[in-house]
């Protein structure tokens, strides 16, 4: 205990007040770092591996959703006619009225891909109307690009909607 507090008193002479005073700053950082920083560094480094591991279990799971995505083959060019009797029945059988019906088709991808467009107005009640877009949805290659609802005096709650779909098929197949 003398030795200590000989080398605490020769500490003093050397250093002066300022030096001890700095001394144990330093000493008091040093008792912070380890009593409070270093738990928070290893609680958080803790949270940063959860994170990453979610985070890979997430984009395997979005690579296994993309790989069966990829195992679906584009419709061929000969299927637009079929698609198109689909189309109508769906409308038909959801008493769902498509008018003003246009049409246009356009190669896309250094020709290795046709995209058929359609543009019409429907005319039905709105439950119909949804389930009859999220049919379309579903079908392979089709997309819904538009959708634009008009306001319609009609008291009968009948919704009229502008709807553009495009058709994206394999050219020539």
Known sequence: MNRLIWTARR????CGRTGMLGLLLA????????????PQVAAQTARLMALQTENAAIRAEI???????ADHRMPGASSYTAFLRAHADL???????LTEIDYASRPEAGHRLVRHTL???????????????AEIERMPGVR???????RSPNPDGA????????YLVEAGA
């Open 144 to 150: 819904v690009e538009t959708l634009s609802f008009v």
């Open 27 to 38: 000493i008091g950082a040093a008792c912070a770092v380890l009593g409070s920083v270093r």
């Open 63 to 69: 690579a296994a959703a993309a790989g069966s995505a």
């Open 91 to 97: 409308a038909l059988q959801r008493s769902i009225e």
């Open 11 to 14: 500490w003093s002479h050397i």
């Open 119 to 133: 543009r019409y107005t429907v005319d039905g009640p709105y439950p119909a109307l949804r389930d009859y877009l």
């Open 159 to 166: 919704v009229n909607a502008l709807v553009q779909i495009s």
